[in-house]
């Protein structure tokens, strides 16, 4: 494919899949993160910037929603079941829900970021 022509505006779908599945949500190649939860200053693959985008509080809110609706609908499907004692229960729900939030808060940041810059929001805290 040649770089002069224009390319075609790409779905959001599928920006918002690269964004989840923590890639550089213009070209899918380069990686979002370069840390944990470190956006990276620009893709290595294509030169975007996304350094300068702030998701603040959203990509927390986002995880929350999706673990406690799945976490609670397990809870109460099987605790009634189970004849654990009460601190293993304790242990084991939370320790799904930490596990679970730590797996997915990444992906939520991804999409957060995707779709800031999709919006073309400023997303900075450096233009004050
Ligand atoms: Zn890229």
Same mark, same amino acid.
């Given at each position: 494919?040649?770089?002069?022509?224009?390319?075609? !505006? &790409?779905?959001?779908?599928?920006?918002? +899949?690269?964004?989840?599945?923590?890639?550089?949500?213009?070209?899918?190649?380069?990686? +979002?993160?370069?840390?944990?939860?470190?956006? /990276? &200053?620009?893709? #290595?693959?294509?030169? =975007?910037?996304?350094?300068?985008?702030?998701?603040?509080? *959203?990509?927390?809110?986002?995880?929350? +929603? /999706?673990?406690?609706?799945? /976490?609670?609908? +397990?809870?109460?499907?099987? =605790?009634?079941?189970?004849?654990?004692? =009460?601190?293993?229960?304790?242990?084991?729900?939370? *320790?799904?829900?930490? #596990?679970?939030?730590?797996?997915?808060? !990444?992906? #939520?940041?991804?999409?957060?970021?995707?779709?800031?810059?999709?919006?073309?929001?400023?997303?900075? =805290?450096? &233009?004050?």
């Amino acid at each position: 494919m040649s770089h002069d022509l224009p390319l075609a !505006p &790409e779905p959001i779908s599928t920006q918002a +899949l690269r964004g989840l599945a923590l890639r550089c949500p213009k070209c899918g190649q380069g990686r +979002l993160f370069r840390a944990y939860l470190k956006p /990276v &200053e620009s893709c #290595a693959s294509c030169g =975007e910037t996304y350094g300068h985008i702030r998701a603040d509080d *959203g990509p927390a809110w986002l995880t929350i +929603l /999706v673990v406690g609706h799945i /976490v609670i609908s +397990l809870v109460l499907t099987f =605790e009634p079941q189970l004849d654990w004692p =009460e601190w293993a229960s304790m242990l084991a729900w939370s *320790g799904l829900s930490l #596990a679970m939030i730590l797996a997915l808060l !990444p992906s #939520a940041k991804g999409l957060f970021i995707t779709l800031i810059w999709r919006s073309k929001g400023p997303g900075s =805290e450096r &233009e004050t």
